[in-house]
């Protein structure tokens, strides 16, 4: 949840949507994505719509408060199904992310689920993840949430090694991720996975090691895998202009990729998607691949951006604003934009090109496919799903997939 937000159109005091949004929505998913825009400190790398509770404390008072967040959210949740009137989708995905969710009484989750469930339905077999820092969550917490409905969680685990958990500012003990992983089994989760981080400044081969080997040691089905971006207005990126520590190296990057993939093929998973890996489909991270495909999804809380029949939006930042416009009994929705037929075209090869399937070679245009078959004769794309149709990343490929991409949408 990036948090820088463009101006975009305005949106309707309703939150109203152009009537052809809702064209063909019975052949798409479509997903909730809640955000919880809580932290209780600020990692050094965090570029994500998130307030500590002093920052809350000097610029929003009671509005902002995490006691009163759930109901405000909820009150979202309520706007959406009068939004979306007459769209009888159930909800297929529900995705919690952060800041930290779990700062949050187990309950407020719970509600927040429950309130998704009431005036949308859940689908059967629907996934319901929340992301979880370590040592925010406990065994009894853990349970109330599964009990409430979740059945995936995703912990924020990035190394194993406690100097480059201290490099990221992050609070949580080594191993505690790993002990969560056993935890949420314990409580039923379904669907487990742990987020690692490589690249940091000061970390060696020998600790991405390491941590590769303490995360599938840790047994989660699905893992994801992030190179260290370094965002301006950051802590980090202040400490490296001062030269506290060095900058990251991108051909590092690419080693620690290459090593990523081996240790993880060889025990079993498979990627799906350039940074994410899985035992098998059913581990896949379902909401993810709403974003991955253009499906539907409504974003909720401050900041969350949401995309509908090729409308897409997004709400005001700040927690306090936030919980004003829904008190007000209007949208939160601070802009949005309707995406061209163009703009979606490019976007399904930005997103699709990343997964294992890849995007179809229909999307390109006659330039875009001349490049293509460059990609295959400089080993970037795969000749035989090529010829079926689809255009995919080999793994030297995922190394260069930006630069892959920027050639196939010219």
Not at 140 to 154: D, H, M, T, V, W
Not at 259 to 267: H, N, P
Not at 285 to 294: K, M, P, Q, V
Not at 389 to 406: E, F, I, K, M, N
Request: proline residues 6%.
């Amino acid at each position: 949840m990036p948090s820088a937000l463009p101006d975009g159109l305005p949106v309707p005091e309703d939150g109203a949507l152009p009537g052809h949004a809702l064209a063909g929505a019975g052949e798409r998913p479509l997903g909730f994505y809640v955000h919880v825009p809580y932290c209780a400190t600020r990692c050094g790398y965090c570029d994500f719509n998130t307030y500590t509770a002093g920052e809350l404390r000097s610029s929003g008072g009671a509005l902002a408060s995490r006691e009163n967040y759930a109901d405000a959210l909820i009150e979202e949740i309520r706007l959406a199904r009068k939004v979306l009137a007459g769209d009888d989708r159930p909800v297929s995905t529900v995705f919690v992310g952060g800041g930290t969710p779990t700062l949050l009484p187990a309950a407020d989750l719970g509600r927040m689920l429950a309130a998704i469930r009431e005036e949308f339905g859940l689908a059967p077999g629907a996934e319901v993840t929340t992301e979880a820092n370590p040592e925010s969550v406990d065994p009894g917490y853990l349970a109330e949430l599964r009990g409430a409905g979740y059945n995936r969680i995703s912990f924020g685990m990035q190394s194993a090694r406690e100097h480059v958990l201290q490099i990221l500012d992050r609070r949580h003990t080594p191993g505690r991720p790993e002990a969560c992983v056993t935890e949420a089994r314990s409580a039923g989760f379904e669907h487990v996975n742990l987020d690692l981080i490589y690249g940091t400044p000061g970390e060696s081969d020998d600790d991405w090691r390491a941590s590769l080997e303490s995360a599938l040691g840790a047994g989660p089905d699905h893992i994801s895998a992030y190179a260290l971006i370094v965002e301006e207005g950051t802590q980090l990126a202040r400490r490296i202009r001062r030269g506290e520590i060095a900058p990251v190296d991108d051909d590092v990057h690419a080693d620690r990729y290459l090593m990523a993939d081996e240790a993880l093929s060889a025990a079993g998973l498979t990627w799906y998607e350039v940074s994410n890996w899985a035992t098998d489909r059913a581990a896949r991270c379902r909401h993810n691949e709403l974003y991955w495909t253009g499906a539907d999804w409504w974003g909720a809380g401050p900041g969350a951006h949401s995309h509908v029949g090729g409308v897409r939006w997004w709400n005001v930042k700040h927690p306090a604003a936030y919980a004003q416009r829904l008190d007000a009994g209007t949208s939160p929705g601070a802009g949005r934009e309707l995406l061209s037929e163009e703009d979606r075209r490019v976007e399904r090869i930005l997103l699709e090109l990343r997964l294992s399937e890849g995007c179809p070679l229909s999307l390109l245009t006659p330039t875009g496919r001349e490049a293509a078959a460059r990609a295959v004769c400089d080993g970037l794309l795969a000749p035989t799903p090529f010829d079926s149709g689809q255009a995919v990343l080999t793994l030297r490929g995922r190394l260069l997939a930006d630069a892959v991409v920027r050639d196939l949408v010219d």
